[in-house]
């Protein structure tokens, strides 16, 4: 069983997956889709956009035969059209995560759980992310997410400024989650039971700051006591669950490498005193309070492990980027292929919850 504070991967985690039937809520086709398309009874593979269909309620389908595509235009009428009976996911992050969320435009709903844009959302590699196919593919129930990820954020600008200063930092995504959702709107009718909180910080704070003078240490305690104000300030309206994501070992990505040695390993260094001090962070909240649970998903571990062995997860090596079959979609970011093998462990972490 996997630890609540750590999680151990191995190749038989990253199998693929036998999509025989898709039960109610999981995606069903879409551009790029190479999963099961067959519905559960009682459901209608309906299409949203070019990329996504997903089995939503509707007349009884044969589970021996292929369900066809039901345009939205025609949607099974006793789809629900509120979301009461939803779990919500509210994800801060960077552009590890980062979907292009407008919080102004048109909100998560059953049929269309990202809200805007259309799924996958604009990541930071094009197709899909691991939060993506955490909320439709290896979702357990309906899942509404409203992902306030932005691209180079960090924790706090005053801190660690990010590369624009148009780029809203996890002070910011929690100020908008605050002013729009965090009452509980007939729109969002989320509880502390039905909603989980997750957020993926330190990849640009320590980036943007690693090689500073001073000392690392204590200014990554620093930025970990913003990071867990902010926390605290969602536990105050009603945040009870929570995943925490660390650092993923981008002193390997082909950004870093070609800096040399000595670089990698001070920006490496600065990664793990972080992401133990996360690792704390996070047992002490579900200590303090009652009725908190945390997880934290080792990316540090997990990129490590196939970085180290990358062609027994389907990557030419570990260098390249860019193409098909590379590990890294870009020089900083994993590809979408890395994605969803994050995805999969993610849920793996997340087994024994209605996520």
């Not at 995606?27 to 067959?38: A, N, P, V």
């Not at 956009?49 to 089995?55: I, K, P, R």
């Not at 039971?193 to 704070?205: C, H, R, V």
């Not at 047992?283 to 490590?304: I, P, Y």
Request: glycine letters at 8%; proline letters at 6%; aromatic letters at 14%.
């Amino acid at each position: 069983m996997l630890s609540r504070f750590a999680v151990s991967i191995s190749l038989s985690t990253f199998v693929a997956v036998s999509f025989a039937q898709q039960t109610e809520w999981q995606q069903c086709g879409g551009i790029g889709w190479t999963g099961g398309t067959t519905c559960a009874s009682g459901t209608v593979c309906t299409e949203q956009n070019a990329y996504y269909s997903q089995c939503l309620p509707g007349a009884a389908a044969p589970s021996s035969t292929k369900v066809p595509v039901q345009s939205t235009s025609s949607a099974p009428s006793s789809a629900p059209t509120a979301a009461a009976n939803a779990n919500y996911w509210f994800s801060f992050g960077d552009s590890y995560t980062q979907t292009q969320f407008d919080i102004n435009s048109t909100q998560p709903s059953p049929g269309n759980p990202f809200g805007n844009p259309p799924y996958p959302g604009y990541t930071a590699v094009g197709g899909v992310n691991w939060i993506d196919v955490d909320t439709v593919v290896y979702n357990k129930s309906l899942i509404l997410t409203y992902n306030y990820a932005y691209g180079g954020a960090t924790i706090n600008a005053s801190l660690v400024q990010p590369y624009e200063t148009t780029v809203l930092s996890f002070v910011d995504q929690v100020n908008q989650f605050m002013s729009t959702v965090a009452d509980k709107p007939a729109s969002a009718p989320w509880t502390s039971e039905n909603s989980l909180f997750s957020a993926w910080f330190g990849i640009n704070d320590i980036g943007n700051s690693y090689y500073e003078p001073g000392n690392r240490s204590a200014f990554n305690d620093v930025l970990l006591d913003n990071y867990f104000s902010l926390v605290e300030d969602l536990y105050n309206v009603g945040a009870r669950n929570f995943l925490f994501n660390n650092v993923p070992p981008v002193n390997r990505s082909p950004l870093m490498t070609p800096q040399g040695a000595t670089v990698c390993a001070t920006e490496a260094a600065v990664i793990a005193d972080f992401n133990s001090k996360l690792a704390s962070r996070a047992a002490e909240l579900e200590s303090a309070h009652s009725g908190v649970q945390t997880w934290v998903w080792d990316a540090n571990t997990a990129f490590s492990i196939v970085l180290d062995d990358p062609q027994a997860y389907g990557f030419v090596d570990n260098t390249s980027y860019g193409n098909t079959g590379d590990f890294w979609g870009n020089n900083l970011h994993p590809s979408s292929q890395a994605q969803t093998l994050w995805g999969q462990d993610v849920a793996e972490l997340l087994s024994d919850t209605v996520w």
